[in-house]
């Protein structure tokens, strides 16, 4: 089974900053199969990124995803207050899905 | 518009069993494979079980097989996780999710129910 680590657990940044989120993969991931998915408080998750760097529909484009192999990033170029939130990514492969534990991102 | 709604979580002892459903609609549900995806009180999200649009492939994680039965149902629109010696650990929030971005993102999920495992 593929292990996903998120880095770093919470991030403390201001409206406005730029946010990078980091998941590494215990082995290769197909970049096709990794994604991102945002989740407030109380609130379902809801799909980001998929295919390592496309977005979903209407995600606004201050979201980014890169990465191949074991280490892949999501990047919010300007936080805007909505964006607080936690952040898990989320890979598929050998017919099971994992997720990594997640990344906090609060307002500073 | 997509709708997912789950029902039947609730109060449950330490052995018994629960039947989760998941009502769709807004889509074909029937061209869509769907998952069953939990979260514990305060922990991150943990797949729990896939369905192919035909029921023809089911995957299970190690955590549940066993013990959870995924189904479908194309005449109601629905989708059911059957629950069955369930465990203290089993204690989550347990959403449904169409699967519907290269057959393995998630791009519409439900509100999700709670289930909780005490005696």
């Known amino acids: 089974e593929i292990v996903l680590t998120q880095s770093p657990g919470t991030l403390s940044l201001s409206p406005g900053e730029r946010a990078t989120l980091s998941c590494r993969a215990s082995?290769?991931?197909?970049?096709?199969?990794l994604g991102w998915y945002q989740q407030k408080p109380g609130q379902a998750p809801r799909l980001l990124i998929y295919g390592a760097s496309t977005r979903a529909t209407d995600i606004p484009d201050r979201f980014s995803g890169s990465g191949s192999g074991t280490d892949f990033t999501l990047t919010i170029s300007r936080l805007e207050p909505e964006d607080f939130a936690v952040y898990y990514c989320?890979?598929?492969?050998?017919?099971?899905?994992?997720f990594g534990q997640g990344t906090k991102v609060e307002i500073k | 518009e997509v709708q997912l709604v789950e029902s039947g979580g609730g109060l449950i002892q330490p052995g018994g069993s629960l039947r989760l459903s998941c009502a769709a609609s807004?889509?074909?549900?029937?061209?869509?494979?769907m998952n069953w995806v939990r979260q514990a009180p305060g922990k991150g999200l943990e797949w729990v079980s896939y369905?192919?649009?035909?029921?023809?492939?089911?995957y299970y994680a190690d955590s549940v097989k066993g013990r959870f039965t995924i189904s479908r149902d194309k005449a109601k629109n629905s989708l059911y996780l059957q629950m069955n010696s369930l465990r203290a650990e089993d204690t989550a929030v347990y959403y449904c999710?169409?699967?519907?971005?290269?057959?393995?993102?998630?791009?519409?999920w439900g509100q999700g129910t709670l289930v909780t495992v005490s005696s």
């Open positions: 989320q890979q598929y492969g050998s017919s099971l899905w994992t």
């Open positions: 369905i192919s649009s035909s029921s023809s492939t089911i």
């Open positions: 807004g889509f074909t549900f029937s061209s869509y494979n």
């Open positions: 999710a169409r699967v519907g971005i290269f057959g393995v993102f998630s791009d519409y």
């Open positions: 082995q290769s991931v197909s970049s096709t199969y």
